[in-house]
């Protein structure tokens, strides 16, 4: 199996940067997701990563991997009261063809 | 807009009955679907792999008989829960994985509450 892990609360004031981060086990993940899950609402999927890149860009989010120390983050720039929500990073074994989910990271975005 | 597509978003039942929750892809087709579930203030947990044309593939401690899914077209699958009790109160989501990217697309999840 593997074993995802994020911290469970973030606060940050509006319009500072967030940094969720996340850790996994299995170096075999092929592909590494953050998801944006809002109260009583499905799961959207806001980027992913393949495990052979360490940078990946869209718009105001970053995500950064660390595939030697199996450290995935997200960083949010400018953030807003409308990110608040919970993140989830999940990693998925092609192999396992299994997806894998962290607890989720609540974060709260202080106006 | 939506590319999964889950029915019903919210539904509520008496014990003992029986409980359908489709999965649709509505852009593309879909060989490999997934089922989770999520508990309050939980993360999601995979109960199966639905895959077109044969038997679903169920995580460890999900019960066959109890959650059965059927994915019968490259465009649907479905979560029959049966003989539903309060337990089975929970978030149902379903997700299809794009082969080629490895891109992930969720439903809109079904909140289930039974009575």
């Known amino acids: 199996g593997e074993d995802v892990e994020q911290s469970l609360f973030l606060s940050v004031r509006e319009g500072d940067s967030s940094v969720i981060n996340c850790t996994y086990t299995d170096s075999s993940s092929t592909y590494l997701y953050w998801y944006k899950q809002e109260p009583g609402a499905g799961l959207q999927l806001l980027t992913y990563?393949?495990?052979?890149?360490d940078m990946k860009q869209d718009q105001r989010l970053t995500v950064l991997l660390n595939k030697k120390d199996k450290h995935l983050s997200l960083r949010i720039a400018d953030t807003q009261t409308g990110d608040s929500a919970i993140y989830f990073c999940a990693a998925f074994q092609t192999g396992a063809n299994n997806l894998f989910f962290g607890t989720g990271t609540r974060l709260t975005v202080i106006p | 807009g939506a590319v999964v597509s889950q029915h019903p978003s919210r539904v509520i039942c008496k014990s003992g009955t029986s409980v359908k929750i489709e999965c649709r892809s509505l852009?593309?087709?879909?060989?490999?679907m997934f089922w989770y579930r999520q508990f309050p203030k939980q993360s999601l947990m995979l109960m199966a792999t639905?895959?077109?044309?044969?038997?679903?593939?169920?995580e460890q401690g999900v019960e066959k008989d109890k959650f059965l899914i059927n994915h019968a077209s490259l465009t649907l699958s479905t979560l029959t829960v049966t003989s539903a009790h309060p337990e089975d109160s929970s978030f149902y989501i379903c997700s299809v994985r794009v082969a080629n990217t490895g891109e992930l697309f969720f439903g809109e999840g079904s909140r289930l509450t039974v009575l």
């Open positions: 990563i393949f495990s052979n890149m």
């Open positions: 852009d593309f087709q879909a060989t490999t």
């Open positions: 639905s895959n077109e044309g044969s038997k679903a593939t169920y």
